[in-house]
């Protein structure tokens, strides 16, 4: 074959002597081997015609228009053998032209596999995918695309997700706009034809007209005119069922309407009985004398009233109407909101709840939780022992000093100013007390007790070496001199705003106070030793109540009008935010072993916290009638106490369990009473005797109650 362009050797042979049988050379060949003559399915690397070859062959072909082209599908030999029995060669005659595509029968693209009108999933476990016009098999081709294949080209390829594999050929083939419109508009539940209307107007093909024609002109069958035998055994035996009773006529239907009892089944002893459940419709108020055609003149409305009852909303009129005068019942006009309230009275009938409510019949004595009795809950305080006599008054301006046993006032320090606070030092290595007078704080060492310790007291007190540098501090420190000092007095801290409360830190030497103000130098903290003050906030949060140390950890609790907060004091931060569901704040008292807070309000609310288990309280206790004015835990044993200015002293059992999947026992034990209420004050503070439990009371009656 001439590699194509122009020449004029078209009336050549296209295939010599030679070439003929070089070709059934290899026909044998590929008989031997079965190789594939799938069209276009091998890849770049097989052994087949490449394109480029294929287009010269064409474009060769074409022009030199050979005599005995082979026709598609057609072996060589067969091809031969027809030209031999014409008698000629090949390329002898010359056919017709016409269409080339005349015998194509199959509208796939490669008509060369003749696979037939059959589901490709049968060749799914083969590895050829049908037979050629020789019966041959044409194999699959060979994918040697992996994943990262495949996903490059999904990423370089911008038409990749509009490419798909026809099954029939293994070709991708490139669907175009048409083709992807469609599949969309499947996808989305439509017909696949743009133009076909789904809600076309209905044609009935049966018309309510009679026609004269039949719509079929089929011809009648022969069995529409002769009777059916089987029909007529099928009637035979039926009437011998009915003559024998085997088959027996329905009965006429009544048409009388049923009704159902809906309590015909019911139980009579239920609670919910019909019977029991009866509630019966409202009544109307009896008309009085405001209905009368001819009140009394005293129910008659004045011109204010009935200009008044005007400008109200309907509602909140007593009455729906003005009462009117009448001479007599004839001169009485129709009633103008007759309707309206038949109206209104049909509305009260049907939408009345006619379900009674029930009554849970339930024995108060298994609402009380059950609680252990108070006499297996013992010691704690339940009788008044003694009562410390000497102050001539709340405000008398002394403080006194006394001894528990025998009720003896054994000092009395006279105090310039009322006193508001005061503190023993909880260490056991100094006899000191923090006393808040006023604007100061005296720290007094009143002499009692060992000798040894007061005296070691003072040298501690008096071992102080002032700074070279003076640092700026919130608070004046002053040494006592003259008569303060032969009373006690070593040390006077000025405060610029009254100091209303002091408490000391368990080591000793650090103390806290609480002066009345607003600004962020509510709270201070005071070192004894190195006679240092600071103030710990930058701002304030609210009006502060109280303040306390925490008995264990470098915590500091910050008591306001509705909230507690507690501080770390080493990492200097807000640690938690108890929410006390109180108006008003008293009190505080904080557990020995540290993990449980209780605190007093005015509202007469005691709130214990479990500070391990939540921000809110775990139990609100309302025992009290009026406000409270302090609470406090004993030292070592299981008890806390409320005092309040209704003039009792509550004495509770409070058991912390150190398992922490068990809640505390809260169990109130004894009323204390004896204070007397001065100017509605009673209880002011409570404190429990460090080893032994006993209770001690300060009331507004200027007297100090021992409770044993």
Known sequence: MKPGGGGEGGSEPLFGTGALEELDEANDDLTDSEE????GLEESGSDSITDEEEEEDRDSSAEEKPEGLLRPGKSVEKELQSCEKEGGTPTDQEPPLGNEYEEDSSDEEDIRNTVGNIPMEWYEEFPHIGYNLDGKKIFKPIHTKDELDKFLEKMENPDYWRTVQDKMTGVDVKLTDEQVELVNRLQRGQFGDVNFNPYEPAVDFFSSQVMIHPVTNRPADKRSFIPSLIEKEKVSRLVHAIKMGWIKPRKPKEDTPSFYDLWAHEDPNSILGRHKMHVPAPKLPLPGHEESYNPPPEYLPTEEEKLSW??????ERKLNFLPQRFDCLRRVPAYPRFIHERFERCLDLYLCPRQRKMRVNVDPEDLIPKLP???????????????YRGHTGSDDGTVKFWEISTARCLKTLPVQGVVKSVAWNPSPTLCLVGIAVEQSVLLVNPGLGDKLLCGATDQLLEAFVPPEEERPQPVRWEE???????????????????????TWHRKGDYLATVVSDNSHLQVLIHQASKRWSQAPFRRSKGQVQRVLFHPLRPYFFVATQRFVRVYNLLKQELTKKLLTNCKWLSSMAVHPGGDNLICGSYDSKLAWFDLDLSTKP???????????????????YPLFASGSDDGSVIVCHGTVYNDLLQNPLLVPVKVLKGHALTHDLGVLDVAFHPSQPWLFSAGADATI????
């Open 618 to 636: 775990y139990r609100v206790l309302r025992h009290h009638k009026a406000a409270l004015r302090a609470v406090a835990f004993h030292p070592h």
């Open 705 to 708: 109650r021992l409770f044993t």
């Open 36 to 39: 594939s003559i799938f069209s």
């Open 373 to 387: 009795k108070p006499q297996d809950l013992q010691p704690f305080p339940s009788v008044q022992s003694l009562v």
């Open 480 to 502: 006592a001199s003259g008569e303060e000092h032969s009373r006690g007095v070593r040390l006077i801290v000025r405060h610029g705003k009254p100091v209303k409360q002091v």
């Open 310 to 315: 005007d400008l109200q909303e309907p509602s």
